[in-house]
């Protein structure tokens, strides 16, 4: 399941709801992407105070629901959720959810790394940090990202 | 034809979306956007080839030749950067 939402979600919460009722899991695993103050490494100057997240209506559904589709069919998932926030948002506030459900760890483990790596490049989003003085920086693709999601093709 | 912009093209050409009627001449997204560029201005600023951008046509990514159509949805925004 996908959701795009501008509101806060509650992790545990999240993963109690999506293994309730179903004992074929036999594990989960969850990546949380955060808001964090700095744009690269720790000793940059600029501070980001906060960044707001644009998105693309309807195309983002549509890529996150094939990226799910894509995931189920090469691993034996009992169960997956995305959820991707936009708007605006602070240090330390969440971003984004993966959870994948399987009977066994490895497909939990690869799918939700594999799910990340392809929601970074394909799904439309676009974050504007402002920094320290309120100033809005568009964030740049970074080349990792491609790198990181080609490697599934292989 | 609707044209979506997104993220700095949006603010570059100061607009969210747009319809245009495409000239008989205009078939495929390249021509789409040289048409856009050959207004000039904000939109040869924002769409210049030192520009690094993605198309989305109907919701899909889509190569330079892709066939176009007025009825299509043209989105053209930079690379993503979520998650």
Sequence with gaps: MIRVQAENFDVGAEINALSHGNTAIGGICSFVGLVRDFQ??????????AMTLEHYPGMTEKKLEEIEAIARDRWPLEDVLII???GRMEPGENIVLVVTASAHRKAAFESAEFLMDFLKTKAPFWKLE??????GNWVDAREADEDAASKWNR | MKILYFAWLRTTIGCTEEEITLPDNVTCVKEVLNHLRSKGGVYEQALGEDKVIRVALNQ?????DAPVSNNDE????PPVTGG
């Design chain 1, 40 to 49: 690269h490494t720790k000793e940059d100057e600029t501070r980001v105070s």
């Design chain 1, 84 to 86: 991707h926030r936009y």
């Design chain 1, 130 to 135: 402002e920094d320290d003085n309120g100033a």
């Design chain 2, 60 to 64: 899909d990514y889509v190569q330079d």
């Design chain 2, 74 to 77: 043209f989105a053209i925004f």
